[in-house]
């Protein structure tokens, strides 16, 4: 049997100007220092797009538009599996700050590659740059 956690996870994939947002994990978290899609775990009884505006507006304290759903992927940790659900969105309203993590930065998806993302995000990573 299986007792692993399974954890549900809302990034969002926030484009403006053929960028993509992306954020470094603060240190000291699980996969800290590494780069995502920001986002976050869901918490018990909220979907996954509420998820996903309380996260962004947390942790860079911007508001989106509606989040349109591009891709989910899964991945097994050692501890945990992290269903990651991706949505394509924008900025509806402020500026994207760093509050609840490390760095913030804008890159082509060309860029991607020289940014150290979780093993989750690689499927994704690879869809946008079209490999």
Known sequence: MDDKRHIQVAAGLILREGRYLIARRKVGVHLGGLWEFPGGKCEPGESLEDCLRRELREELGIEITTPVPFRVTRHEYPEKTVELHFFRCSILDGQ???????????????????????????PLIQALQGL
């Open 96 to 122: 994207a700050q760093v509050i609840d993590c490390e760095d913030l930065c804008w890159v082509i998806p060309e860029e991607l590659a020289k940014f150290e993302f979780p093993p989750a995000d690689q």
